[in-house]
């Protein structure tokens, strides 16, 4: 056994090169084979590739779809997001337990299950949902998840669970999933047809620097939520020095409540990967890789047959189109669960093989990305905005939208509404426009942004959706006036514990701290006095910490206290006897009655 | 002199060159910035935050921001003060730090910054989380209860002895230094004399034998506080 292990990560080293740098493809292979990456085989890659043991296990302990220890040969991950609870993932969850016989984060005996717990899956708009290994399985009830361990129990495999494809692509026999698209409004960028290959047959009858202009001038901004200047990001890439720079796809949809990358990787690829190319082009990069969440890993086949296609093409590989100096090839490098790594610079440590740690900026990608090259780093939805601004115009794009804000964005919108799903409305749309055409009957509190973003009431609901007012990477979850906003909050203080890298101490230590007393308030056990001790502390934990994660991971907390702060005056008590509410007596001198063997005197009920 | 970067910290002018960070120029000019995962012999790291600096008002970690001509830089100030005590609070409700009865009360540098920054208890609930020790080496002593995941071991024995013994691993709450082994510590090439071992800015790694060999009320900061070497620079220099 030891023999062939040794011989098996051999040879997945060796597929790798024997590269350092492609620690995460040889970890997930490893886990992928074998159910875990043992310590064992912890020794033996670091002896293949020419690293330490420890360095390994820094990694295979960093991301949620790499363990040490041994997993079933089904690995069940049920999506335990806000928008899933809203949609009764409780009773798939108890369907799961029973049929299987054991908890969350639990093993069945004969190691052939896995029961896990995983955050936001991309599936918001078709909750519950769950990954089975890579196979998505949406929409459950407690009779499709008992029907999902039967039929794997009686021998079958993850093809056997699949009976109804879904629409477009998701029926597409690389594909071969029942997840549906939803688009529910199609817009005049993204859901536009375009012709593959005309836009990069237009960019290379361009200059390198004519093409950002066309970019700067049609005011593109970053489409995952932060908004930079796209133009600029490439002008400042394509300045820096060196002659070897590097394209790179931010496809770690990652946001909770955000799916429209799904959908652009299910139908646009082409679209996609063509805006890299031409990103490619401009910049003067060689590489491109596209960083692919592993909870989309069921879509890669499919796009690695784009991929092939655009290369039998030309319009990848060698002399792109005939044209000379341009060589551009696109790698996809999967991730293993981790959201922090949609954080850019997060994301090229996870390329470079590294644990999904943000870096220390400056220097910036720009200047210092993947392996030290010049790296621009955009979303998904961005590249398809490039393509189409190079096919039909600056100008045409520019006219969309508003000042500050140009074209169109894909919005995900899910929750309490009638018609969940993918939008592409213009920018600078009224919230209450947006709510109404999702079908939002009653909508209460409207997250937008994700959890990083702002939980807003119906005072804002006359604001717009652009940068310059409400800013979201395209995440919408819309709560009905039975959601408490402090439940909602809560929901999202879990997951930025749960995610946070742990690097910086306000981030590792802060969340916590925020979390412990939104619970301490929920129980009725708050004071006023904790309401300024949560805004003190969020804004500490804002304020000090090294990334976007945690410069944004108390905004759930200081939104709601913002927006919301009724419901949280509604729970607190003033503390009139000097007494901390928090300390119960009789719960603490328990433990010692139960050792004593008598009731305290003093402390009588 | 064309080549020298001017900027302010707290309206007092400071010369540095071009690739110093922040942290480096204010040090040579004798202004003490409070920090914990900085090391001068280091690489910077930025984990622990409390160098934080606001650079024309926005917040930086002054051991890695580079200096750039005429930056505005804030750094003694009410605010800052604030929320440096705020992320040492963190840190001492996150671990378990034993400051009467450590071994390495007085040359500790957490409760150093503690004092300096006037701390008293923290405000913040004690999270008394679960941490191992290891005392597999015969020489040195690690106890991750008093572990502040600030990498000085970590880049320690990377940069300045030349090995690989400790690296982090898990995320979030369960970060925690590892040592490259399958079992202990003991298992590893650490020696005793590593700089690794000197460079524990708190009582997470010990060595063995040593504990009370100097009194507290002898040690270090308990005879001049935290940052006086640095600020002793400044005091010769208007001399």
């Known amino acids: 056994m030891a023999e062939k292990l040794g011989t098996a990560i051999g040879e997945i080293c060796e597929l790798f090169s024997n590269d350092p740098t492609r620690m995460m493809d040889i970890v997930r292979e490893v886990q992928g084979r074998f159910g875990h990456v043992s310590s064992e085989a912890m020794d033996l890659i670091a002896a293949s590739v020419g690293s330490h043991r420890v360095e390994v296990e820094s990694v295979v302990s960093f991301y949620s779809f790499l363990s040490e220890k041994r997993k079933g040969s089904f690995v069940i991950r049920l999506c335990n997001d806000v928008i899933d609870k809203l949609h009764g993932v409780e009773k798939v969850a108890d369907a799961f337990r029973e049929e299987l016989g054991i908890e969350f984060g639990e093993s069945t005996p004969d190691g052939r299950f896995t029961l896990e717990w995983t955050p936001c899956i991309g599936m918001c708009d078709q909750a519950p949902a769950a990954l089975v290994n890579d196979r998505m399985m949406t929409r459950l009830s407690s009779d499709s998840a008992r029907q999902i361990v039967r039929t794997l129990k009686a021998g079958g495999s993850e093809d056997n669970l699949t009976h109804l494809m879904g629409d477009g692509n998701n029926a597409h026999p690389l594909v071969k999933s029942m997840v549906m698209n939803n688009i529910r409004e199609r817009g005049p960028v993204i859901f536009a047809e375009l012709e593959q290959g005309k836009a990069l047959h237009k960019a290379l009858s361009m200059s390198p620097v004519e093409v950002i202009k066309d970019v700067k001038t049609a005011r593109l901004r970053g489409r995952g939520g932060a908004g930079f200047p796209t133009g600029m990001k490439w002008e400042f890439t394509r300045a820096a020095p060196g002659d070897e720079k590097v394209v790179i796809c931010n496809a770690d949809e990652g946001e909770p409540g955000t799916f429209k990358d799904r959908v652009i990787l299910t139908e646009r690829p082409d679209m996609m990967f063509e805006g890299m190319t031409i990103a490619g082009y401009a910049i003067g990069a060689g590489t491109g890789v596209v960083y692919l969440r592993g909870e989309y890993a069921y879509l890669r086949p499919f796009l690695e047959s784009v991929l092939a296609e655009r290369r039998r093409k030309n319009l990848l590989g060698n002399c792109i189109l005939g044209r000379e100096n341009f060589c551009f090839d696109i790698r996809i490098q999967m991730g293993a669960g981790a959201y922090v790594c949609g954080e850019e610079t997060a994301l090229i440590s996870s390329c470079e093989g590294l644990r999904g740690d943000p870096k220390n900026r400056p220097p910036f990608p720009a200047q210092k990305g993947y392996l030290a090259l010049p790296t621009s780093v955009n979303n998904v939805e961005t590249f398809c905005c490039v393509s189409q601004i190079i096919d039909k115009g600056a100008g045409w794009f520019a006219e969309m939208g508003s000042r500050g804000s140009t074209g169109t964005k894909l919005l995900s919108i899910s929750g309490d509404c009638t018609r969940p799903g993918v939008y592409e409305l213009p920018f600078g749309i009224k919230v209450c426009d947006m709510l109404e055409k999702a079908g939002a009957e009653n909508p209460y509190a409207v997250q937008i942004g994700g959890p990083s973003g702002q939980l807003i009431g119906r005072d804002d609901f006359c604001r717009t959706i652009c940068y310059d007012d409400i800013a979201t990477g395209g995440s919408v979850m819309i709560f009905s006036e039975e959601r408490s906003p402090l439940m909602i909050a809560h929901e999202f203080m879990e997951f930025f514990c749960e995610e946070s890298c742990g690097y910086c101490t306000p981030c590792r230590a802060g969340n916590e701290l925020l979390k412990e007393r939104l619970e301490v308030i929920m129980r009725g056990e708050g004071t006023p006095e904790d309401l300024d001790y949560l805004k003190q502390l969020g804004e500490t934990v804002a304020f000090a910490s090294r990334c976007g994660l945690g410069q944004t991971s108390p905004n759930p907390i200081l939104s709601s206290l913002k927006n919301f702060r009724g419901e949280y005056e509604k729970l607190v008590r003033k503390n009139i006897d000097g007494m901390q509410p928090t300390f119960d007596i009789h719960k603490a001198l328990a433990a010692g009655e139960e050792l004593q063997g008598r009731k305290s005197v003093i402390y009588t009920d | ?239």
């Open chain 2, 1 to 239: 002199m064309s080549d020298k970067i001017r900027f302010t910290i707290d309206g007092v002018e400071v010369e540095a060159t071009p690739g110093q960070t922040i942290m480096q120029a204010a040090d040579a000019a004798g202004i003490y910035i409070p920090r914990l995962c900085a090391h001068n012999d280091l690489s910077p790291f930025g984990s622990c935050r409390v160098c934080t600096v606001l650079v024309n008002d926005r917040p930086q970690a002054a051991c890695t921001q580079p200096v750039a001509p005429g930056m505005i830089v804030e750094n003694d100030t009410e605010q800052l003060r604030q929320v440096r005590v705020n992320i040492i609070e963190m840190l001492f409700v996150e671990g378990n730090h034993y400051c009467p009865f450590c071994e390495k009360s007085g040359n500790c540098e957490l409760q150093a910054l503690g004092y300096r920054l006037g701390m008293l208890a923290p405000k913040y609930p004690y999270m008394f989380n679960e941490h191992d020790v290891d005392a597999s080496h015969p020489d040195i002593y690690i106890d991750h209860n008093r572990c502040i995941l600030c990498g000085r071991c970590v880049r320690s024995s990377k940069e300045l002895d030349g090995k690989n013994v400790f690296q982090f691993v898990g995320r979030g709450l369960h970060k925690k230094v590892a040592f490259n082994s399958d079992t202990d510590l003991s298992a590893t090439d650490v020696s005793v004399t590593d700089k690794a071992i000197e460079n524990c800015p708190v009582g997470a790694i010990l060595r063995k034998r040593e504990g009370y060999s100097v009194p507290i009320g002898q040690r270090k900061y308990d005879k001049q506080p935290i940052g006086s070497d640095i600020e002793a620079r400044r005091a010769e220099s208007n001399r």
